[in-house]
């Protein structure tokens, strides 16, 4: 397995949490064309949420970090948000205080969003009365 390149795929896995972000975030209005999106979204956002509640990692950071360092490269403290969205939002650092907040973000970013599918919805199905 030496020709594989340990620090593209990290690489990847980088552009692929950082899409997942964005899903958990905005994903809700993909459900504006595709209804049955609500059923992959919505426990993505949850994931979302209870990771940041929770002060967890996500289990992509470790496997980035392994990637990175099987093809020799340091790893990195903290985690994926940490590293890579935070310094952009916040340069000081990730506390407990910030992931609370990111994790309300998510979840009012979502209520807002799925107030609006619903809204949709109902528009498109009225109730038969």
């Given amino acids: ?3 594989v390149n340990y620090g593209r795929l ?12 964005l899903f958990v975030l905005f994903g809700g209005a993909l459900a ?5 999106m609500v059923w992959v ?19 992509l950071t470790p496997l980035e970090k392994w990637l990175r360092r099987q093809g020799g490269a340091a790893g990195y403290e903290g985690g994926f ?4 969205i935070l310094p952009v939002l916040y340069p000081r650092g990730l506390t407990h205080e910030v ?9 009012l970013l979502n209520v807002l969003i799925y107030r609006h599918v619903y809204r ?3 528009r498109r199905n009225p109730v038969p009365g």
């Fill in 10 to 21: 990290a690489e990847l896995v980088v552009v692929l949490h950082f899409c997942f972000v």
């Fill in 120 to 122: 949709q919805f109902r």
């Fill in 32 to 36: 504006l064309r595709w209804p049955k």
């Fill in 81 to 84: 948000i940490e590293h890579y």
């Fill in 41 to 59: 979204h919505l426990p993505a956002a949850a994931w979302g949420a209870l990771i940041s509640f929770a002060g967890w990692v996500c289990p």
């Fill in 99 to 107: 992931q609370i907040a990111l994790g309300v973000i998510v979840i």
């Fill in 1 to 3: 397995m030496s020709d």
